[in-house]
């Protein structure tokens, strides 16, 4: 008899058991088979070129001579992609968990632009929020790392929210009154025609950004603006102070309440087994504990840090 198998936490838009469901959602949602790295591999590139369309596509030139070409070409991604999200839907067991999901709610909007644009042509420049899908890259390369880092910075910034709205509003006041300042001294004749006139200026002139449009002409409305550039620099400096605190103080809650000997948690994987299917196999495994198959090679495996498995599960056991 094999060893018993800890139950793993069902997917949550619903793995199927078997049939075709099965077979499509170990493609379309499964990273670790070969097919399924292949496919959003695939995914990735056709989402890449879709973007190049339309970004060739708002060009006057390629569009004059190249439109019908590139028209036709949308609208192919767009019937390949309304394909693929549907067949995400009809293989899941919930498929109103993956159409209200982060990653179905682009995948609904990476397809509606061209839709939309039958009836508001400006819509159809929209179509470039496809760039959103290619969040999937870090699923499919196995970037989680990477994530751990985003959701660090997620909390830093979190744990900062008030010190930043503080923040915030100090600029406010000050881009307020100097810009109310600037609108005394220069007036309308040197381009300050209004108060959010001036405030405008005194956001771009504090950022550092100085567009250039609005400048002062007189000695005094110079010497405020100087003022004020010396003053965005400091400016600047602040929010990032804020945001760096906040993550050396996760960092350092984190060493205090890390046990002293304790190895590093095993990266959370879903490895498949490509004859039967099942998933949630342990990263050290070399085959498959329902039926013996040997596993396909994982990242660890690649890089040389996996430890030896042990032999496979032995069928003529009791």
């Known amino acids: ?8 936490p ?18 379309v949602f499964e990273a670790d088979t070969r097919a399924g790295r292949r496919f959003d591999q695939v995914l990735i590139a056709v989402i890449l070129i879709s973007i190049a369309v339309v970004m060739a596509d708002s060009i006057e030139p390629v569009n004059t001579q190249y439109g019908r070409y590139l028209n ?10 309304t394909a693929e999200y549907l067949a995400r839907l009809l293989c899941v067991r919930y498929p109103m968990r993956y159409a209200t999901s982060f990653f179905g709610v682009i995948d609904l909007i990476a397809v509606l632009p061209t839709y939309l644009a039958l009836f508001v042509p400006e819509l159809h420049l929209l179509i470039d929020v496809r760039v959103l899908r290619l969040l999937r890259v870090f699923r499919i390369f196995k970037l989680t790392e990477y994530l751990v880092e985003y959701q660090s910075l997620g909390r830093a910034l979190a744990a ?4 930043i709205l503080v923040f915030l509003s100090a600029v406010l006041m ?3 009154v100097m810009g109310t300042v600037m609108y005394v001294v220069e007036g309308r004749a040197n381009g300050f025609t209004s108060i959010p006139t001036s405030v405008y200026w005194a956001i771009s002139t504090v950022t ?18 100087s003022f004020m550039m010396l003053l965005g620099w400091g400016t600047l400096a602040v929010p ?3 945001v760096t605190a906040e993550m050396a103080a996760h960092r350092r809650g984190e060493a205090s309440t890390a046990p002293q000997n304790a190895s590093p948690p095993e990266p959370a994987v879903s490895r498949i087994c490509d004859s039967c299917q099942s998933a949630g196999h342990a990263s050290q495994a070399l085959y498959c504990l ?8 994982n990242a660890a495996d690649l890089t040389g840090t996996a430890p030896v498995a042990s032999r496979p599960p032995d069928s003529s056991s009791p």
């Open 174 to 176: 000050l881009v307020l």
């Open 1 to 8: 008899m094999n060893p018993a198998v800890n139950p793993q």
């Open 240 to 242: 990032t102070g804020i």
């Open 290 to 297: 329902n039926c013996g198959t040997k596993l396909p090679v």
């Open 10 to 27: 069902e997917p949550v838009y619903g793995r199927p058991q078997s049939g075709w469901q099965l077979a499509l959602y170990t493609v």
């Open 208 to 225: 550092t950004v100085g567009f250039g449009d609005i400048t002062p002409k007189t000695d005094l409305g110079r010497l405020i603006s």
């Open 160 to 163: 900062s929210r008030r010190k």
């Open 72 to 81: 036709v070409a949308e609208w192919f991604f767009t019937l390949l992609f």
